[in-house]
């Protein structure tokens, strides 16, 4: 009987968590499946009584997924691009990291913040990522979950705005244009392959994370050789993947971690604009020892909202491969960064 009401609770968690996905992804929210997933989870650890939470290897897997989605991101171009700046983009990518962590050692005036969870919240870019691995270095993964997405959220919204009204760029920007990948059969080999060796390689190697930096790994070389041959994780897949990573966050809240996420949010909106305008600011000095237009260091230092920022790139005649190269180095940067980050803050903590 309790197993049968076990299983009749998940069905309807999925089944909530995959409605609201969709109706997130009608109104074009990033990540769409994460905040299905955040919301269904979160309403059944307010509402239900005993608690429920996702098996571990089912959230292992999830990070292995987003893994390789990320890493599927490399592309010949993207390295070429930053052989070609690299001084100017390390530069910028640098300043980046420091912005994000003098934001997030702000985050620490809120009471109830640690460090660890006040950097990862603040980080700029890869909020994938970032909420994926966030439990396993020690972070508040419900806090770096919701003000990682705020921060996104905010940057979907206003780029547009900021892109037309301020750098001139064209209106009516497109949605990316998808790659023309082998298929899905290929896209499903291709995953399946970069989380077992992915997998393998992170226990072998006792690389942090290594759930979601092995495949990560292993995809961006298979993509970089030619080995992977246009092939990228399966939409369904990825939003399975997605999906489990938010129901994960949001089975885990409670009553007194919402309210300290209600309480955090004036200080994390305040620092959010204020990490935004600072990383504008260093798209303009990227623009200019780059010679690079001022839309395309905006767009290359946005803070967030990768897909958004490509589909405004495209539409606008931004130049995307810049645009792309710029993001994804900071993407990596900041998440194998990350690990380091949190042990560094975690000895600083406790000492």
Known sequence: MADRRRVLDWAAVLAVGVGVSWAFGLLGVPSAALFGGLVAGLGRALLGRAALTLPGRAGTAAQAVIGVSIG?????????????????VLGV?????????????????????????????????????ITAMARDL???EQVVAVLQYLRVLLIVIAMPIVATTVYGASGGAGAAPAADGPGWPAGLLFTVVCVGLGLLLG?????????????????????????????????????????????????????????????ALPLALLLIVAAVVACAGLGVLLSR???????????????????????????????????????????????????????????????
């Not at 010679?291 to 290359?300: H, I, N, P, R, S």
């Open 203 to 263: 226990r072998l190697s006792r690389l942090p994370v290594g759930a979601l930096l092995g495949p990560l790994a292993v995809a961006a070389v298979l993509d970089v050789t030619g080995l992977a041959h246009g092939a990228s994780v399966p939409g369904l897949v990825e939003a399975a993947g997605f999906l489990a990573i938010g129901l994960q966050v949001g089975l885990g809240f409670t009553r007194s971690s919402l309210a300290l996420v209600g309480r």
């Open 93 to 129: 990518t640098v300043a980046t990291l420091g912005v994000s962590l003098v934001a997030g050692q702000l985050m620490r005036l809120q009471r109830g913040i640690s460090p660890v969870t006040g950097a990862f919240a603040m980080i700029a870019g890869g909020a994938s990522g």
């Open 138 to 140: 020690g972070a508040d």
């Open 289 to 351: 020892t780059a010679g690079v237009t001022l839309l395309d260091g905006y767009l290359a230092t946005t803070p967030g909202g990768l897909y958004a920022v490509l589909a405004t790139a495209t539409g606008s005649g931004a130049d995307a491969t810049f645009v792309l190269a710029v993001q994804v180095l900071r993407l990596f940067v900041m998440l194998f960064t990350a690990p380091l980050l949190a042990r560094w803050l975690g000895r600083g903590q406790r000492s």
């Open 72 to 88: 599927a991101l490399v592309q010949t171009d993207t390295l070429r691009t930053v052989a070609e700046h690299w001084l100017p």
